[in-house]
């Protein structure tokens, strides 16, 4: 990464006003009001329905002091194309264009959307916030929900397909700059949208997001559980530059080391009750062998 | 100038000349010519716009609202499944009070597959708070397409432009190009009320509750209900509106008028024949023929369907004895819209003629002269009831 950003450097301007509508220990505030500092004030955002919807406010009220689109569910990367096309036609385009959605917004509904964005090599900065289900319905699948997660559409045996790697999607469409951040790591977020920011073309940021409510937590926890995912090994944290990957920061650290097992972080939540012995043993399996294969880069 | 072209490049010639800024289209049939034109104006620089070639119709009429809510003028057009797989960008456009051109080049809608024209697929979108023109020849396409720009920035209402699939949009007619100055001179540049601005930062179609709310400095703000509610009244200002338009038109262009309704020997008439697009130019002739047979008969096209002209309908019809309505379209299950619409216009009305329908020209069946004359002569004449059932016009069961 070429900057690294520490608590002491971060803007003072906060354009996210305090006390909005999320839940108490929603990931989702922590990484959108990180995020938008290091966005900046010249930012157009787009924004689908989702919780961010809710958490934006109630007419006439916003919690977002940057002027902000919301869309229609399937239409986000579209809209973004539409802001930039006018800034264009208008010679406005040094403003940066910002589409914020949910997992099923980029990875069920949006996804044609934003794939077709993509192709078109749209300049917009596109940011993901993953709490891996549909939590503004009440917690239903969605397609990066993990396999044997508990949610109101899987109510009893839990999911049973396997997490989509969106992530792996947009890296398909070989764009100039791809990463992965959480929540509870907010400075590796924040150097990533700053990096982001320097790459013409679209853009994808993908951040695991601790979600209280549909994941069955104390609210004090969030950040604890999303540092877990990462230190456990299950969710790591990376950027692939023009097709070029590395690990960063704090995934980046944990190679060589002994990581903790998963278990640490599927018994944090209720969501994860349904796990059979064999499913977990799995997981595990899998995480091992995934960092076997990173050791030797 | 004079040229020999399709309605489709009239169409796009419109677009070019109103100086749109963005246009974003999905390729359909009888749609595609004008999207290829304008595709080519673009890349050859004669047109200086933003051409998004996007992955399809939902995609399409997002880019216009987005580009039209950060204050530049857009066009998109499509025809039959493309505009249902816009619908819900098409309640959205209105609801945020863009004012997006769209040009409907009229298509059956599926099952089964067909081309051809009829109107279910504007028709099917007449709730959904647009303005919807309906227009005849290759003339009033490339005018109305300018004028609707006007209109739909004057009312903050998108307006979408309705002409027939290949009966307009692939026949090849003479009409004058407006000249570029003197569209300049009849269409000033989009200048919204508010955009998308970091440097004057607003959350457009936030969450609204049901009743109204006070903002942070004790004003009340409307609630979804008040905000629906300017909708409605909006649309329904926009009858004046139109007309002025036309008149400011006619002004500079030397040619327009009709902007309700466009009559045809409906003057002394008995009985008049109602309809939507092409059609009522092929009336003509069938009015003509029965006219020689002692029938006095006229034909009536609505140029303005969306809001509805009540009271031009009204002037025209309620003293008549009889009003047929042709369709290209159906309410299933019910009726055609377009008669429920007359019907519900002449309720209130002093005199209320006799009333019936017709349903013809589904996916493209030809629709026979001697068919119309056969139907017109049968209604006028007593010799067939004149009551609530349509009947089929061509059908061959
Ligand atoms: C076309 C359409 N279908 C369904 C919905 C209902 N809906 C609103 S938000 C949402 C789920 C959002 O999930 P996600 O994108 O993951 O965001 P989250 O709420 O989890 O933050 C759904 C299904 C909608 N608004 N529009
Ligand atoms: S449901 Fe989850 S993501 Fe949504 S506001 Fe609450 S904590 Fe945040
Ligand atoms: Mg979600």
Known sequence: ?297 | MHIIESGNVAAAMGVKLARTQVVAAYPITPQTPLTEKLSEFVDSGEMEAQYIPVESEHSALSVCIAASSTGSRTFTATSANGLLYMHEQIHWAAGARLPIVMCVVNRGVGAPWTVWNDHQDSISQRDTGWIQLYVCDHQQIIDTVIKAFYLAEFVSIPVMVCYDGYLLSHTYMPFDIPDPAQVDKFLPPFTPEYMLDPARPKNLNTVTLPDTRTDIHGNTAPGYMEIRHNLHSDLRSTLTVVEEIDQKFQAVFNRGGNPYVEKYKCNDAEFIAVCLGSLSYQLRDVIDALREEGIKVGVLGLRLYRPFPHHAVIEALSGTKGVIVFEKALSYGNQGALFGDIKSALYNADRRPKIHNYILGLGGREIKTQDLLDALRNSCTDKEKMNNTPKWVGLKL
């Open chain 1, 1 to 297: 990464m070429a900057t690294k950003t520490t608590i002491l450097d971060l803007p003072e301007d906060e354009l996210v006003h305090p006390g909005n509508r999320a839940c108490a220990g929603c990931g989702l505030s922590i990484n959108y009001r990180i995020g938008l500092k290091a966005l900046g004030r010249d930012t157009i955002l787009v924004v689908p329905p989702s919780c961010l919807t809710v958490l934006q406010g109630l007419y006439p009220i916003a919690t977002t002091q940057l002027p902000c689109l919301n869309v229609t569910f399937a239409s986000t990367a579209a809209a973004a194309t539409g802001v930039l096309a006018a800034l264009k036609a208008q010679g406005r385009d040094k403003t940066i264009v910002a589409a914020w959605a949910g997992d099923g917004g980029t990875a069920d509904i949006g996804l044609q959307a934003l794939s077709g964005a993509c192709e078109r090599d749209e300049n917009l900065i596109f940011i993901c916030y993953d709490n891996e289900a549909y939590m503004n319905t009440g917690v239903q699948r969605s397609g990066t929900t993990p396999q044997g997660v508990i949610t109101t559409t899987t109510p009893i045996k839990g999911k049973l397909q396997k997490k989509k790697d969106v992530t792996a999607i947009m890296a398909a469409h070989r764009l100039s700059y791809v990463a992965t951040a959480s929540a509870s790591f907010p400075l590796d977020l924040y150097d990533k949208i700053i990096k982001a920011k320097t790459f013409s073309g679209p853009k994808y940021i993908h951040i695991h997001t601790p979600c209280p409510a549909g994941w069955g937590f104390d609210p004090r926890y969030s950040v604890k559980i999303g540092r877990l995912a990462v230190e456990t090994g299950l969710y790591d944290l990376y950027e692939i530059e023009y097709s070029k990957w590395q690990l960063t920061g704090p995934s980046k650290k944990l190679i060589g080391k002994k990581r903790r097992p998963v278990t640490d972080y599927f018994n944090t939540q209720t969501r994860f009750k349904a796990m059979s012995r064999e499913l977990i043993a799995g997981v595990q399996k899998e995480i091992d062998a995934k960092w076997e294969g990173y050791a030797d880069t």
